[in-house]
Structure formats: structure tokens, C-alpha cells
């Protein structure tokens, strides 16, 4: 099969591996991680857009290797190619290789900050284009970026009232996946715990989500949306369904 695969950025070490062993001709097409930041209706856009310059007749299948991502991908729709999506959350289920060991995983450590190879090296939301909410709230922010924008008096009030965007975690779990040069990241993860004085778990996760769908091995972890059809959330285990 001849396969577009739409990918978040994130996952760009995983889909560029799993890619160069796939059977089939695959041709990938990355949109930031920023995209996540920018809103619903902004993310939901930018991906429509990618998806509506896929030609018709090109490709057997169109690959979205996005989760439901707090409803980004909801009404996403293909006029004439069929579109695979994995059922899943957002990408820490795609990342720990299904939906199930993730909640697992959730359940057992709660407030837990995940970190991966793509969550460390493609953290700069910029190549999203637009200002992100968090940029536009000014969380995440320095006391000193927000006096120079602000004024000291507007900075304390910031402060006060949008606090820690990680204040309810205590535990950073990095995910590794068995690539070559995953250390480096790893260490970074070590850091960033240490910095923020938090628990380090490191877990292995699995690309056999990812595998599966770069493969053409589309079973019941799987949505295929016919052209025409949409994409809507279905608030139970399947996370996904056709509309």
C-alpha cells in the first residue's frame, strides 16, 4: 500500500523508524507539537487543512497518528481517501503501546508529568504559528518576562492568580521505547525531576500502537472513516467513532 501518514511532531523519532521497516510506501507529513496549545477549533483546523491537501487517487490510506487530544481531531473529515486513527486518548496511550496499560499506569500514579524523546526535543511551541493560550495567559512564564511586558505591579498579579501550571504534580515518569540515543533525553528527564523536586520513574513503553498502524495491521484499536464520514468522540472505551 501507498500511505500518507499525518504526525504530530512528537512521535518523530518513532514514525521516522517504524516508516524505514514498514512494507508499504509511506510519505510523512509532520504539524507541531504546538498545535495541542493553540485551541480546539486552531488544531482542528490545521490538521483539516493538511488533510485536504492530500490528493485524490494517491494514497490507499491516510494515516492520523494524533489521540483524541481533548476533542482536536472532533469533525475531522476526508472527502476522498480513507483516514486510520488510533483509538486513544492523547499520545502517552500511543507512546505506552495501548489504551489499557496507560490507564493502568495512570490509575496506580496519579499526578504524574510524562515525558518523552519528542516531549524533551520538540518542546518550543512556536512552529505552531499562533500565540499559544498558555503563551497568551503568559503561564509558564519568568517574574522577569512579565514584568518587562507588564509592569511589576500587573507581573505579582499574574503570579498570584495563574500560580504553577505543574503545581498538582509530584512524580516525572519518562517513557522509552528502545530507539538509540533515547539516553540523552532520559538524563534531561533526571534534571528537570531533580529541578522541580519530584519523583523520577522511568517506564518502557511500547511502539506497537504505532507499529500496527504504519503497518496496516488496522484491527479494533483502530477507526477507519470512510470519505465523507467524520470523526466524533465516544465518551466510553473506544474513545473514537465514525459520525
Known amino acids: 500500500m501507498k500511505l500518507r501518514v499525518i504526525c504530530c511532531e512528537i512521535f518523530y523519532r518513532e514514525a521516522c523508524h517504524l516508516v524505514a521497516v514498514s512494507p508499504h510506501t509511506c510519505d510523512l507529513d509532520f504539524l507541531p507539537k504546538g498545535l495541542h496549545d493553540l485551541g480546539v477549533e486552531k488544531m ?47 499520545c502517552i496511550s500511543l507512546f505506552m503501546g495501548s489504551r489499557k496499560r496507560y490507564q493502568e499506569y495512570f490509575n496506580a500514579h496519579p499526578g504524574t508529568y510524562y515525558r518523552t524523546s519528542g516531549w524533551i526535543e520538540r518542546s518550543d511551541a512556536s512552529g505552531a504559528g499562533d500565540a499559544t493560550i498558555s503563551q497568551k495567559l503568559g503561564l509558564f512564564m519568568k517574574y522577569e518576562e512579565l514584568v518587562r511586558l507588564y509592569g511589576e505591579e500587573n507581573a505579582q498579579y499574574v503570579m498570584e492568580q495563574m500560580g504553577d501550571g505543574t503545581a498538582n504534580y509530584d512524580q516525572l515518569t519518562y517513557i522509552s521505547v528502545g530507539l538509540e540515543g533515547e539516553d540523552v533525553f532520559r538524563q534531561e528527564a533526571i534534571r528537570e525531576s531533580k529541578e ?48
Open 44 to 90: 482542528l483546523q490545521r490538521i483539516q487543512e493538511r488533510l485536504d491537501l492530500v490528493q485524490e487517487g494517491v494514497y490507499d490510506a491516510v494515516l492520523l497518528a494524533y489521540g483524541l487530544c481533548n476533542n482536536g481531531i472532533v469533525g475531522l473529515k476526508s472527502a476522498h481517501t480513507r483516514v486510520v486513527i488510533p483509538k486513544a486518548h492523547d
Open 196 to 243: 522541580k523536586g519530584w519523583k523520577f520513574d522511568d517506564v518502557r513503553g511500547s511502539l506497537e500502537l504505532l507499529r500496527k498502524l504504519i503497518d496496516g495491521q488496522w484491527d479494533d484499536n483502530f477507526v477507519v472513516l470512510e470519505p465523507g464520514l467524520s470523526v466524533r468522540a465516544s465518551h466510553d472505551e473506544h474513545v473514537i467513532k465514525v459520525g
